[in-house]
């Protein structure tokens, strides 16, 4: 699985971006989605994952209720929407995918995950 990941840019505070992640290489509706970030100097961080149909997401605390994880598996491709935009939502976006079942307890791990995109930079200033 292949992930290319898009949509970044540079927004104001209480702005709004809609990331894309297009995989190729098959698969996709076997994968479960996640969302991952990373500010410089900080570790990489869960920020959210959809199960395979979509039936199922879990978001990060710091993110629940201002973005959200989508997915449309006729297009190859997972989305999160993110509104109300703070400064410290500024980091690097990666998309991975994880072809095995696990618990959703561990979605948020980032060893779970076999296939990472190359990231969508976002920054978001006051």
């Known amino acids: 699985v292949q992930l290319q990941a898009s949509g970044g840019g540079s927004v104001q505070a209480g702005g709004s971006l809609r990331l894309s992640c297009a995989a190729s290489?098959?698969?996709?509706?076997?994968?479960?989605m996640a969302w991952f970030r990373q500010a410089p100097g900080k570790e990489r961080e869960f920020v959210a994952a959809?199960?395979?149909?979509?039936?199922?997401?879990l978001h990060a605390d710091s993110v629940k209720g201002r973005f959200t994880i989508s997915r449309d598996n006729a297009k190859n491709t997972v989305y999160l929407q993110m509104n109300s935009l703070k400064p410290e939502d500024t980091a690097l976006y990666y998309c991975?995918?994880?072809?095995?079942?696990?618990?959703?307890?561990?979605?948020?791990?980032?060893?779970?995950?076999?296939?990472w995109g190359q990231g969508t930079q976002v920054t978001v200033s006051s």
């Open positions: 959809i199960a395979r149909s979509g039936g199922n997401t």
């Open positions: 290489g098959g698969a996709f509706s076997s994968a479960r």
């Open positions: 991975a995918a994880d072809l095995g079942l696990r618990y959703i307890s561990t979605w948020s791990q980032a060893r779970q995950y076999d296939y």
